[in-house]
């Protein structure tokens, strides 16, 4: 008996394991994976909970419900990895062997990192990028009066880089709701040179960011928070002040991964970008944002990747080469608040172009440009999360590579601006 | 005015050099310039030869953690030696591409 052994039973361990049990013959095959966590969170949900939109119990169900029977789940935490020896042990004293590895242990936010940062945390220092943060910035915020609030990126990468903008464009909607709006002065400073980090995106965003009245500093570099001055200062000596800060802190790998003398400086893996196979050691591939892979560190990566993994390991276990090459692909609704959102499809070459999505000419959803249907796009992608993409089912018309049918290439002449004479 | 040295330079649209062979370190010296820093000292030195050399077999230029950790360099004297961006601009003058943690 040959054991597949996952670490990680979040978006990308769930999927992969899912999709894994209907493939390997469970006459040659044991499936094992491995998490801390008994429950399993829909990370994209968190957004919503400070502005009361989802509530806890909204984005939360049993980890081993989403899983095959057939699959043998472990509840403990992974002390050490031993690559050479194919070989986990795990904080209940037990170890595994495995023929192959899946590392699907994701990263997390290390506020630790940064002087002062953690000081006043969930004070009038929040988070949102964990079920805790996002629930004590809900409960701050429904007594909120009003004053300045400061949204800083420590540093990239970091999980889904377009939540950020999407926590503005929400705060922008809850505080004009509350009908306080007036009262609250809202500021992004982030490291990157603009709003995002593809250009025509970023300038699209920009235009939405300035309509709704919301300050972006660009080229911030965190060095540290400073409490008693209420400022974040960066490298060079700039300092933003606020009344509440929230922040998304530096990310980072599992320290374990550390420990086992796998990862680069931030515990990411390398990883081929193309087979996700690591660098290091052939029987080991990652999923989702473990690797230290170009792409977006978004869940819906990690689905794309799905498809690849599952045609490389197979190639693999029969000792051919492997094929499939996964491009980068992304696929992001990116909600602008008031009911409405933006779509981004985009890879490692091809930035986000505007057009319509999945089908070409019809859509339903906008590329690039602000719709309701996309905010309904958005709101609906819990249900297929639950029901599709984590039992690595497909979803018709949406394909693994990025197409550009029905993208339309930016034309080089006029100024991209141009493009985004925002029709209201 | 563009430099006589930088007249031929193959470029991306970000201005980064895309033949890495067409680098000097006298080209070097006018990229920085263009990029506001009018002389560069040993301490900058260090820090170019040290992403040239992680970035050789590889071709990808080193991310800011990558160069503090490997170079010895504290990230605020990074900051000091290449303002804003110290990551982008030493790829940039290094003849690199631009660094890949920047998705």
């Known amino acids: 008996m040959k054991t597949f052994l996952i670490l990680g039973a979040g978006t990308g361990g769930t999927m992969v394991a899912n999709r894994m049990a209907s493939r390997l013959d469970p006459q040659e095959w044991r499936i094992v994976i491995v998490d801390k966590n008994e429950t399993h969170y829909y990370q994209p949900g968190f957004l919503f909970i400070p502005f009361g939109v989802y509530r806890p119990a909204d984005v939360v169900k049993p980890t081993r419900r989403l899983l095959p029977r057939s699959v043998e789940v472990v509840f403990a935490d992974i002390e050490l990895i031993e690559p050479e020896n194919n070989k986990v042990s795990l904080s209940n004293g037990k170890s595994i062997n495995y023929d192959y590895l899946i590392m699907a242990t994701g990263c997390d936010i290390y506020p630790e990192e940064t002087p002062g940062l953690s000081d006043n945390w969930h004070k009038n220092i929040f988070d949102f990028y964990t079920i805790e943060g996002a629930t004590k910035l809900h409960e701050f915020f429904e007594t909120w009066q009003g004053g300045r609030m400061v949204l800083n990126v420590a540093e990239m990468p970091i999980k889904c880089p377009v939540a950020p903008l999407e926590f503005m464009f929400l705060a922008d909607w809850y505080f004009t709701r509350r009908g306080i709006r007036n009262k609250v002065e809202l500021a992004y400073a982030t490291p990157l040179p603009g709003a995002f980090t593809k250009p025509t995106c970023s300038i699209m965003l920009a235009g939405v960011l300035k309509r709704k009245n919301i300050t972006i500093i660009p080229e911030f570099n965190l060095m540290e928070v400073d409490n008693d001055k209420q400022v974040i200062r960066s490298y060079d000596d700039m300092e933003v002040p606020y009344d509440v800060l929230v922040s998304i802190p530096l990310n980072k790998g599992a320290e374990m991964i550390k420990r086992s003398g796998m990862g680069d400086s931030l515990n990411f893996i390398p990883a081929n970008k193309h087979t996700l196979q690591a660098d290091q050691y052939p029987n080991v591939f990652i999923i989702g944002d473990a690797g230290n892979l170009p792409a977006s560190k978004a869940g819906s990566v990690a689905h794309f990747m799905l498809d690849i993994l599952e045609a490389n390991l197979l190639s693999h276990m029969k000792g051919q080469e492997m094929h499939a090459q996964f491009d980068g692909h992304a696929n992001c609704f990116v909600e602008t608040g008031f009911d409405k959102a933006v779509l981004i499809d985009f890879n490692y070459d091809v930035e986000p172009l505007p057009g319509m999505f999945p089908i070409p000419g019809i859509g339903p959803f906008t590329l690039l440009g602000e719709s309701r249907i996309n905010h309904l796009g958005k709101l609906g992608f819990k249900w297929i999360y639950w029901n599709m993409l984590l039992k690595g089912i497909e979803i018709p018309t949406v394909h693994s590579h990025m197409t550009m049918a029905g993208k339309k290439p930016i034309p080089q002449v006029m100024g991209v601006e141009s493009l985004f004479t925002m029709k209201e | ?103």
């Open chain 2, 1 to 103: 005015m563009t430099h006589p040295l930088l007249a031929n330079l193959k470029l991306n649209e970000e201005g980064f050099m895309t033949d890495k062979s067409q680098w000097t370190k006298e080209i070097a010296v006018e990229i920085a310039k263009q990029e506001g820093i009018e002389a560069l000292t040993e301490a900058h030195w260090k820090i170019i030869d040290f992403c040239r050399k992680t970035g050789e077999p590889t071709g990808k230029a080193p991310t800011l953690r990558t160069i503090t950790d490997g170079s010895g360099v504290s990230t605020k004297e990074l900051f000091t030696l290449f303002p804003k961006g110290p990551a982008k601009k030493v790829a940039k003058i290094s003849g690199l591409g631009k660094p890949e943690g920047c998705v």
